[in-house]
């Protein structure tokens, strides 16, 4: 298939898939009784990592680390300084729940617990990705209880499903397949014409390939943020960021180590997804009342542009 005109029809089945995402989701939170910012850090934000699950196995697999890992480093700048900030920049988001700083406490606390396993060991082996993976267990189990339980005590709003819980699976289902799909289609567009200009595995992978495979993010918290669902933009990405790190690189190592071979994502590019998490933090104080202006979403696109620079003119 012409470059581009797989980057057009992975744009499409991305932006279809999105769609039917956030419907399916916001579904079944009306069937289990939980609220949208849980369904956009469990649910949806699994649905739409699951082409960097699929991207960083194959990478894996075929001996490409730096893929693997660039890919996810990649896709957690993304999702705030682009993904998050464009949502912001269509619909201001009001923090009215500290469930946004509990969510963000340990997206911190998983991406720092990476950047120490890859500084003592200089990779991930399978004993690593089974304990990420059993921490993102008993964090899904979690927050799902904990919301529960808010909801039982009347402090969230009920919300009215519109399909069947049987047809909301399955289009959980249907969608996150077709985010796969289409994903592969960007990501093969992309890194072809990418390679074609000389651009190192690490540089393609935490820009091209990680901006591909966050569209599905984007896609989705951009058509919430439409229909002013906003729990579920900001829930799916910091729930993306989580996956990523949990579920991506710990299921990833389960399969196969992950050698770190460019010093570059050590030095520099953990650190500023670090930032990009800290500069979020200062964005949505106070934790209760603030509002993310869209004033705040162009400081955050601007700090990620500053990142693709930085990558591209250092490589």
Known sequence: MNLYLSLIAGLAILLVGGEFLVRGGVSIAGHLKISRMVVGVTVVSF???????????????????DIA???????????????????VLITPY???????????????AVTLMLI????????????????????????????IRHSRREMQNGNGDLITPHFSLPVSIVIIIISSVALVFGADLLVKGASGLAEG????????SVSVIALGTSLPELS?????????????????????????ILGILGVTATVKTIEVQSREVLSFDLWYVLGMSLLLFVLILPLRGS????????????????????VFSCR
């Open 47 to 65: 649905g739409t990592s699951a082409p960097e699950l699929v991207v960083s196995l194959d990478a894996a697999i075929s001996g490409h680390p």
């Open 69 to 87: 890992l660039g890919n996810v480093v990649g896709s957690n700048i993304s999702n705030i300084g682009l993904v998050l900030a464009l949502t």
């Open 94 to 108: 009001f923090v009215k729940t500290r469930e946004v700083f509990r969510d963000w406490a340990i997206m911190i």
């Open 116 to 143: 120490l396993l890859l500084y003592c060991g200089l990779n991930l082996n399978r004993i690593e990705g089974l304990v990420m993976v059993s921490l993102l267990i008993l964090y899904v189990g979690w927050s």
């Open 197 to 204: 200009f000389g651009i190192s595995e690490r540089v393609i």
């Open 220 to 244: 989705t918290s951009v058509l919430a943020a439409a229909r002013r669902q906003n729990e579920i933009s900001i829930g799916n990405i910091i729930g993306s960021n989580i996956f990523n």
């Open 291 to 310: 509002t993310l202006h869209r004033w705040k979403g162009l400081v955050m696109v601007m700090v990620y542009l500053l990142y693709i620079y930085l």
